[in-house]
């Protein structure tokens, strides 16, 4: 399966923990992005990265959360001191080249984050 | 940020009647994507449209990209069991660096 992979699936942590989520994009591309959804709402963008940068990270709230796409390996979301507001599904999504140039964004199963 | 509102937000129908989804925003849209999303499941994408008055079909399911690329209807004929799901449209904004999703309609296809 070429498809994007996001682990893990489910994630369950207590109030003041951290949360990592991973991604692994398509072969072949190098654009990431990340969104969160909260049930019945559609997908709210939090993070653009391309290889090694931070491209747009306008709807990431500024405390607590980062990003981070490596050269090598996973992109990573990482959510520190999680409260309950943070429990919801991370979709990444990945794509050949930017949302400019119109190409199609495929998404991963998610990540559900449950905070206790 | 660009808003992208959905009708109707819920929509439960007999299989093999028509149905139609719209998708309306202020802003223009350099593109515009649907997709459909499954329970415990990433969205998949449907289609891609990118220029005004742009329809595209995709067997039993009718795209069409707004004249002024402000709105998007999606047209299901003959709508199955298997269609039942939340369709979202979503966005690319001029200039922008990502996609802005719709509020969303969930579909649900009775037999």
């Known amino acids: 399966n070429a498809g994007v992979m996001q682990n893990p699936r489910h994630l369950v942590r207590r109030r003041g923990q951290e949360a990592r989520l991973r991604c692994s994009p398509m072969?072949?591309?190098?654009?990431v992005y990340w969104y969160r959804q909260l049930p019945e709402e559609g997908l709210k963008f939090m993070v653009y990265?391309?290889?090694?940068?931070?491209?747009?990270e306008s709807g990431m709230p500024k405390e607590r959360f980062s990003a981070e796409f490596p050269k090598e390996g996973p992109s990573i979301l990482r959510i520190q001191q999680v409260v309950r507001g943070d429990s919801a599904a991370y979709f990444c999504a990945s794509s050949l080249w930017g949302v400019k140039s119109n190409q199609p964004q495929h998404f991963g199963d998610g990540t559900r984050l449950s905070i206790l | 940020t660009q808003l992208l509102e959905q009708s109707p937000q819920f929509l439960s129908i007999q299989e093999g009647e028509n149905l139609t989804v719209y998708c309306n925003s202020s802003?223009?849209?350099?593109?515009l994507q649907w997709y459909r999303q499954e329970p415990g499941e990433g969205p998949v994408l449907l289609v891609t449209v990118v220029t005004g008055g742009e329809v595209k079909k995709l067997k039993r399911l009718t795209f069409q990209f707004g004249d002024a690329r402000k709105d998007s209807s999606l047209h299901i004929t003959a709508a199955q069991p298997g269609d039942t799901g939340l369709y979202l449209c979503a966005g690319a904004g001029t200039g922008a660096n990502n996609l802005f999703f719709g509020t969303g309609t969930r579909l649900t296809v009775i037999p």
């Open positions: 072969k072949g591309h190098s654009h």
């Open positions: 990265l391309q290889k090694e940068n931070i491209i747009d």
């Open positions: 802003s223009v849209f350099s593109s």
